[in-house]
T-cell receptor
Framework: AQSVAQPEDQVNVAEGNPLTVKCTYS??????LFWYVQYPNRGLQFLLKYITGDNLVKGSYGFEAEFNKSQTSFHLKKPSALVSDSALYFC???????????FGSGTRLQVQP | NAGVTQTPKFQVLKTGQSMTLQCAQDMNHEYMSWYRQDPGMGLRLIHY???????DQGEVPNGYNVSRSTTEDFPLRLLSAAPSQTSVYFC?????????????FGSGTRLTVV
């Protein structure tokens, strides 16, 4: 079955420091991988995706993600964290049969001033 | 503004009651889906639709019904509410079923069943 895992429930980082939110995947065939962000009391917002091509994908709000096939990872990164980046982040991939996304359990990012 | 509109935002139901969660999108997206979000469990797919008149079950369909009579609307019906259905429900739409163009989510319906 297609799945993603987010090993950290919470990540804490100081403002201005680089941040990484981890995601590993288990997918047969070519993976479609996504990152979404959820701010309090809001729906999820699309950040970026990897379908094919360059392993480094750039997305919204200065975020980027690196696709690593050998480590089956798709970690989300940002060079300099902002307090406003504090939110819940979800990694996702296509379900088997392609007709939906399956999401990880989410990682809460806390950026301290 | 274009997007996905969910109503109501909050709802309290008694066990055994039925209700319909509404979802409408004005982006002419063929694909729509319903997820529920529970703490520590991410989002779980309830039902989805790849076009008007076509629906299918997701991971956790029991206790829920859907229909898709128009491209714009995708209501979720709770047949007989149970406390286990207390959750936040999100509707999402996409131009394509693979999600390759990203999903647009509604702002959610917070449902409590007492």
């Amino acid at each position: 079955a297609q799945s993603v895992a987010q090993p950290e429930d919470q990540v804490n980082v100081a403002e201005g420091n680089p941040l990484t939110v981890k995601c590993t995947y288990s997918v047969s065939g070519n993976p479609y991988l996504f990152w979404y962000v959820q701010y309090p009391n809001r729906g999820l917002q699309f950040l970026l995706k990897y379908i094919t091509g360059d392993n480094l994908v750039k997305g919204s709000y200065g975020f980027e993600a690196e696709f690593n096939k050998s480590q089956t990872s798709f970690h989300l990164k940002k060079p300099s964290a902002l307090v406003s980046d504090s939110a819940l982040y979800f990694c996702a991939t296509r379900r088997g049969g392609r007709r939906a996304l399956t999401f990880g359990s989410g990682t809460r990012l806390q950026v301290q001033p | 503004n274009a997007g996905v509109t969910q109503t109501p935002k909050f709802q309290v139901l008694k066990t055994g009651q039925s209700m319909t969660l509404q979802c409408a999108q004005d982006m002419n997206h063929e694909y729509m889906s319903w997820y529920r979000q529970d703490p520590g469990m991410g989002l779980r797919l309830i039902h989805y639709s790849v076009g008007a008149g076509i629906t299918d079950q997701g991971e956790v369909p029991n206790g829920y019904n859907v229909s898709r009579s128009t491209t714009e609307d995708f209501p979720l019906r709770l047949l007989s509410a149970a406390p286990s259905q207390t959750s936040v429900y999100f509707c999402a739409s996409s131009p394509h079923e693979t999600g390759a163009y990203g999903y647009t989510f509604g702002s959610g319906t917070r449902l409590t069943v007492v």
